[in-house]
């Protein structure tokens, strides 16, 4: 990917790996739009970063995807390149009732949003030059996590969802990439002090680095094994994963 002279549309630019990777394209020399339904967020953003732009979108929302999408096509005719990375995460009962507000607003978000407003801005996409569709998933999506279950199923399946995309588009001049981050120190969760994520700038930094090869998927290094781990013996390491993330849920 050309990490310079791009129009970049980022949905969840408000807050966490959104907002430093609009901040790391913003610093760049790139015209970045960010997303996101809390406009107060939005707007600390864009004054932290004269130039780049905020529109408030609803990702659970068709119509707001829709109107966001024609407004993008009307004032930025150059977009080309949307990183879908808005996404919530919390922890679900997978072994008793889940509950049906926490299971439809994580699919949605996570899944049908981003599948929706790629749809949205396909069209466009395929008559711009180094055209990007990019979506951030989760090492979770390779090695769940059995306490945000729902989520790192979304995860699973938007890695699925480019797969099949990425086939598709091979000949229309749209790359599309996966940036499949390792636990980062985000509100995510409540990770933002945890010693055993990985520091935010530090996983930008590193991202960017990959981000400037030919590379489909942004695995940093610290993601590796996750990426590596699905084949017939993969319940050894998603088993000890999640023991030893109980342990940590317990310690508190």
Do not use: C
Request: net charge negative; aromatic share 6%.
């Amino acid at each position: 990917m050309k990490l310079t002279g791009n129009t970049i549309f980022i949905t969840g630019g408000g807050s966490g790996i959104g907002r430093a990777l609009a901040e790391a394209f913003h610093a760049n020399g790139n015209k970045v739009i960010i997303s996101g339904r809390r406009r107060a967020n939005l707007d600390e953003v864009v004054a932290a970063n004269p130039g780049m732009e905020a529109v408030e979108l609803d990702i659970t929302d068709p119509n707001s995807i829709d109107t966001v999408a024609a407004r993008l096509i009307a004032d930025y005719p150059d977009l080309n390149v949307l990183i879908n990375n808005a996404g919530i995460m919390l922890p679900d009962r997978a072994a008793s009732r889940i509950d049906d507000k926490l299971l439809v607003d994580t699919v949605t978000t996570n899944l049908v949003g981003p599948i929706r407003l790629t749809s949205a801005l396909v069209e466009h996409l395929k008559g711009r030059k180094g055209a990007i569709i990019a979506y951030t998933s989760s090492v979770l999506g390779f090695v769940p996590m059995a306490v945000t279950a729902v989520y790192s199923a979304t995860k699973a399946a938007l890695h699925s969802f480019a797969l099949s995309q990425r086939f598709l588009l091979k000949d229309s001049g749209i790359r599309v990439l996966e940036i499949a981050p390792p636990w980062v120190r985000t509100d995510l969760m409540n990770s933002r002090e945890a010693e055993q994520a990985m520091p935010l700038d530090q996983f930008i930094a590193e991202t960017l680095t990959v981000l400037a090869t030919d590379a489909d998927e942004i695995v940093v290094e610290a993601a590796k094994a996750f990426r590596g781990n699905p084949g017939p013996n993969e319940h050894a390491l998603v088993n000890g994963f999640n023991q030893q993330a109980m342990a940590l849920f317990a310690a508190g």
